[in-house]
């Protein structure tokens, strides 16, 4: 498996961002830190949620 030892900050960031702006999209209510009384299905949401605009950015950039 390969290492992430360095992730670029600014990516980081943007992920982050990303993850709050899509969980509010959603309706799931994300704290800072741990979240772990989320449900499989409301984090797969979120997860899924962001991958399909990571696609769809990549896509209009083509």
Do not use: C, F, H
């Not at 961002?17 to 499989?40: C, F, H, P, R």
Request: glycine share 12%; hydrophobic share 35%.
């Amino acid at each position: 498996m390969a290492s992430n030892s360095y992730v670029n900050p600014n990516a980081k960031a943007g992920l982050e961002k990303m993850k709050y702006e899509v969980a509010s999209e959603i309706g799931v209510n994300l704290k800072q830190g741990y979240n772990g009384d989320l449900t499989s299905k409301q984090a797969g949401s979120i997860g899924g949620r962001m991958v399909k605009k990571l696609i769809e950015k990549a896509e209009s950039n083509m």
